[in-house]
């Protein structure tokens, strides 16, 4: 049975680097760091105090002044790409009263949910009795309720839920999308990652990890992927969303076309809470199975947006797995990471990595991976360090995730 043809009919992003996805673009082109110190909340104890922040963001662009006071900062990160993503797809209110809402469904995920009411509702328990807790505190937190909010704006009566696989979240959710489509669950799937950990708990959890960089001296350098000197990843925040349509549908309504959405491929690495497989074995079948899904060979494939965290562990177990499926050529595919510019970005990574593959591939340009300068050696694939310009063939986007969660997409220019 021929497979649907999907295609990618808009983007959408929350993050360090704009709000926009022509100002999203041109910085990460131009190879700008979005890294900067914290300065929401005290951190002087913190070993680590600069993140991916998104400053400037007023959640009341999207949503009316009430919601706007009481909802998580993760829900604002989602409704707002959510809603931006639609933009760029040329749906405006009446071209969504025009779509058949059965048929619209939203899959938007989140690694860690409402972390700051959270935060706050146990604070507020402990400090001032089980009264004062917030009658919002349980929707607020639990991960579906960015799409709740999407779904019950715009009426969207299809497939409604969240996925959460840690930092593979994002892929997972336009995996899980796209495959409705392909069912004939739905027409159109708005779907991604979002995510808002920049909290003194969050950045806490990760430091007593020992996940994070401390290059407190010099934030815009110390998410460096692929770096011998790389001493940890930087935490982002945000929100990447996609709006999925079959092929037929995005042409019906005259959509604009930025891709086409070829298939995705999941594993697990069963093996550890946190660390990655050295063998790289999980994320080699992540990888082969989302090329068979896409029904592409590896040969095809010219560019990698690689997960890529700058973790000294993580970056060098990706680059055994992918050489384990790209064994010719290796120096003919093109590899960046998007993280280098914006930080990790944990369950909204995914989307925002999607989005940023979707455009380069679009505009037949690659961005820079910032920091390279001492790379590993023997990574053998093509690493820019400034923007290059290239004929896309077949693109991958990997993500991977605590619990050892991996996910792959798989993109290609759209053709008649």
């Known amino acids: ?18 709000e926009d996805i022509e100002e999203f673009y041109r910085n990460l082109i131009a190879g700008k760091s979005g890294i900067s110190n914290i300065t929401s909340f005290p951190c002087e104890e913190l070993s680590t105090r600069f993140a991916g922040v998104i400053k400037d963001f007023n959640p009341e662009n999207y949503l009316d002044k009430k919601q706007a006071r009481r909802v998580d900062r993760f829900i604002a990160f989602t409704v707002a790409a959510g809603k931006n993503a639609l933009k760029t797809s040329k749906l405006d209110a ?9 048929r619209c469904g939203i899959l938007i995920g989140s690694g860690m949910g409402g972390m700051d009411m959270f935060a706050d509702g146990v604070q507020t328990l402990v400090e001032k009795g089980s009264k ?56 159109l799937m708005i779907c991604g990652g979002a995510e808002a950990p920049i909290i003194p708990m969050g950045v806490a959890g990760f430091n007593a990890c020992k ?3 401390q290059r407190n001296d010099a934030p815009t350098k110390a998410s460096r992927p692929w770096d011998i000197h790389r001493d940890g990843f930087v935490m982002g925040e945000g929100a990447g969303i996609l709006i ?33 497989r050295q063998d790289g074995a999980g994320v080699a079948l992540c990888i082969n ?33 992918i050489k384990k499926v790209f064994v010719k050529n290796r120096d003919k595919i093109f590899m960046n990471a998007t993280k280098s510019m914006i930080g990790h970005c944990l369950g909204a990574a995914g989307g ?25 050696p023997n990574i053998e694939f093509h690493l820019p360090t400034k923007a290059e310009k290239l004929q896309f063939k077949v ?19 759209y053709n008649e």
């Open 94 to 102: 009446d071209a969504i009263n025009a779509l058949d809402k059965t």
């Open 1 to 18: 049975m021929q497979k649907k043809r999907i295609v990618v009919t808009g983007l959408g992003v929350i993050s360090c680097l704009g």
């Open 211 to 213: 996940a994070l960089s």
């Open 289 to 321: 199975n989302a090329l068979k899904n896409a029904g592409v060979k590896a040969e095809d494939v010219n560019y990698i947006n690689a997960h890529a965290t700058s973790t000294p562990a993580g970056d060098m177990a990706e680059v055994n797995a």
């Open 395 to 413: 693109a991958i986007s990997n993500s991977f995730g605590f619990g050892g969660h991996n996910a792959t997409l798989v993109f290609a220019p």
């Open 132 to 187: 004062r807790v917030s009658p919002f505190f349980v929707p607020y937190i639990l991960t579906n309720m960015g799409g709740a909010f999407l779904g019950m704006e715009y009426g969207f009566l299809g497939p409604n839920y969240s996925i959460s696989t840690a930092c593979a979240t994002g892929n997972n959710s336009i995996i899980a999308a796209a495959n409705h489509i392909r069912m004939g669950d739905a027409d």
């Open 244 to 276: 999925l349509e079959s092929l037929e549908h995005a042409l019906a309504r005259g959509a604009p076309i930025y891709g086409e959405y070829l298939g995705g491929g999941v594993s697990s690495d069963a093996y550890h809470i946190t660390e990655p």
């Open 352 to 376: 925002l990595e999607a989005v940023a593959t979707v455009l380069q591939m679009n505009r037949g340009m690659v961005h820079p991976t910032i920091n390279l300068e001492t790379p590993e």
